[in-house]
């Protein structure tokens, strides 16, 4: 009789969440759907109703208008981002059952990171004023304006830097500069290995690991050698050729932004208190329900009973962490590493170009 009941009510709770799944999936909307009359202030973004990159397009839609806390920013430069490629393309498809919305995004718009300059401040801010130049994040930047909330992620744009330049630096070199500095703990004298070196994020860490005093090895493919030496790293590991893991290097740090290598053979050429930190999650064609969602349980699974330290890094960006990547670019210890450059209606071909995995440094966006 026992056995009865909880069969019905296991049957009944699967069926309870599958209709439940199904209303949601089917009721799952976005702004498009809602779409007014045409925009009395235009300004052009790059809009996506439905996943893929077939429907990013460039559209005039209502130019925002900042509320007390934020500025608004006539956005010069923009950067691309894996970031954006997962928001585009919907994967890892369980982003999608997070929130990101199950049948269509929920947030229409695309871009993170962006440079430009101050065209006014909401009656609150003090740190800005209208003609400052600045860079930071902010969710919607593939387009003509952004509104950031100036105690968030912006800063001043250094004189010595481009806006290409300073757009680049949100996501990547903050990436960069907490993995190195507040996971991998990286001390001057300390072997790091950072896989994935000619990236956007690999090219901001080799050149940030070398002024932690860091002693630097850098695995990329042959063509880009040339690039990760000239940022500063001691050794590079052309991949094409050498297996960094089957080698006879130890690091007292690994930054992984390409995690083709089990964890066993990442521990392997850890040294005892190493600590690994996993930033990547892989191409967009990998594991596309969970991605990298496997890993990071895995490092957390393992990590309690070993000395060496395995973890995942979320970028947290900041005001604080912009600043200080500011002043090394001002002092010319940091340079961003450009790609190519898209105009603004090129964002679906920068895009692409990203999710083929070969950038070399950033892609940049420019909006006229
Ligand atoms: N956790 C976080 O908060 C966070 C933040 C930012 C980014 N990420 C993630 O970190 C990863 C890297 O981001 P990114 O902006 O640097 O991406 P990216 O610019 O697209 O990285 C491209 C680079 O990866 C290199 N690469 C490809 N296959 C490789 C291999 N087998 N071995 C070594 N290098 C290889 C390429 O070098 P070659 O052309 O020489 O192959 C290329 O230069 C992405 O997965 C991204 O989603 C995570």
């Known amino acids: ?60 839609i209502e130019k925002p208008t900042p509320n007390d806390d934020q500025l608004l920013v006539r956005v010069r430069a923009a950067s691309v981002n894996p970031y954006d490629w997962h928001f585009v393309e919907g994967t890892p498809k369980i982003m999608r059952a997070m929130g990101v919305g199950l049948r269509k995004p929920k ?24 003609g400052d130049e600045v860079f930071g994040g902010r ?10 909330r100036a105690n968030r992620a912006v800063a001043l744009k250094p004189a010595n830097v ?7 630096v949100n996501i990547a070199g903050i990436t960069a500069l907490q993995a190195i500095r507040d996971k991998g703990k990286v001390q001057a004298g300390q072997k790091v290995l950072i896989n994935g070196a000619s990236g956007g994020v690999g090219t901001f860490a080799v050149q940030l690991a070398k002024s932690f005093g860091a002693g630097v090895t850098g695995v990329c493919s042959t063509r880009n050698v040339d690039l990760v030496k000239s940022l500063g790293a001691d050794h590079v590991i052309d991949y094409t050729k050498e297996d960094f ?11 992984d932004n390409v995690p083709n290598h089990s964890l066993s053979e990442c521990r392997r050429v850890l040294n005892p208190n190493g600590k690994y930190v996993l930033i990547g999650g892989g191409g967009p064609n990998d594991s596309r329900w969970i991605g990298p969602f496997g890993r990071i349980i895995k490092t957390m699974v ?16 900041n005001h ?35 999710e083929e995995g070969h950038a070399r440094g950033k892609v940049i966006i420019t909006v006229e």
């Open 245 to 255: 893991a089957k080698g006879a290097g130890r690091y007292d740090a690994i930054l």
């Open 302 to 317: 393992l990590s309690p009973f070993i000395n060496q330290k395995m973890g995942m890094m979320m970028a947290d960006a």
């Open 107 to 130: 947030d229409t718009r695309l871009g993170v990171d962006f440079a430009g300059t101050v065209e006014a401040v909401g009656k609150n801010v003090t740190q800005f004023k209208p």
């Open 139 to 148: 969710g919607g930047a593939f387009a003509e304006y952004v509104c950031p």
């Open 1 to 60: 009789m026992i056995k009865r009941i909880l069969k019905w009510t296991v049957s009944l709770i699967l069926l309870a969440l599958l209709i439940w799944f199904e209303i949601a999936y089917w009721t799952s909307t976005n702004d498009c759907d809602r779409k007014a009359a045409a925009p009395s202030n235009p300004m052009k973004a790059i809009v996506y109703c439905d996943y893929g990159l077939k429907n990013l397009k460039l559209e005039n």
């Open 162 to 168: 481009t806006f290409e330049q300073a757009a680049s």
């Open 320 to 354: 604080d962490d912009l600043t200080i990547l500011a002043d090394m670019m001002q002092s010319g210890k940091l340079k961003p590493v450009i790609d190519r450059t898209y105009k603004l209606s090129e964002v679906p071909a920068a895009i692409a170009y990203l």
